[in-house]
């Protein structure tokens, strides 16, 4: 999957035009790779094409420490981010940004390949929102 078709799917989903899309990667993007090891965060952007492994490293830094908050902190922050009005708005952006991630990594279910290291360095809560993207059917 390329930038266009990442950022496309993203806007579809959520019903709003390209760059509100790629804010609310960016804020998706910057929450979940702050959660995961500098080694694993990585391998995911090793994985992503040009533009969005930018937006995955935006404001990143190698001697970081991975940030243990749980899913209500991660919506708030997300919602922050990306100006959204409540955390149900940012949930549907989370489980959309992790939907298509994982389409992008090539796990459609969220649990092969690079998409499993990723969810098994999450808490349980998140490890649900990945998950439930990954129940997410695909046109």
């Known amino acids: 999957m390329d930038d266009k078709a990442f950022v496309n799917a993203v806007a579809e989903r959520v019903d709003c035009d ?6 609310l990667i960016l804020a998706v993007f910057q929450e979940l790779r702050d959660r995961l090891t500098p080694h694993e965060a990585a391998d995911v952007a090793a994985q ?8 995955w490293k935006s404001f ?7 940030r243990r908050v749980h899913e ?12 959204l009005e409540d955390e149900r708005q940012a949930e549907r ?8 991630l994982q389409e992008a990594l090539g796990s459609p279910t969220g649990t092969e390949g690079e998409a ?17 993207a990954g129940e997410v059917t695909t046109e």
Not at 48 to 55: E, G, I, N, R, Y
Not at 72 to 83: I, K, N, S, W, Y
Not at 93 to 100: E, S
Request: hydrophobic share 45%; proline share 7%.
């Open 18 to 23: 390209e760059r509100r899309a790629e804010t």
């Open 48 to 55: 992503l094409p040009t533009s969005l492994k930018m937006l």
């Open 60 to 66: 990143d830094r190698p001697d970081r420490q991975v």
């Open 72 to 83: 209500p902190r991660f919506l708030e922050e997300v919602a922050q981010m990306a100006g």
């Open 93 to 100: 952006a989370v489980i959309v940004v992790f939907t298509v």
């Open 116 to 132: 499993w290291h990723v969810l098994s360095q999450l808490p349980s809560d998140l490890k649900r929102l990945w998950l439930r």
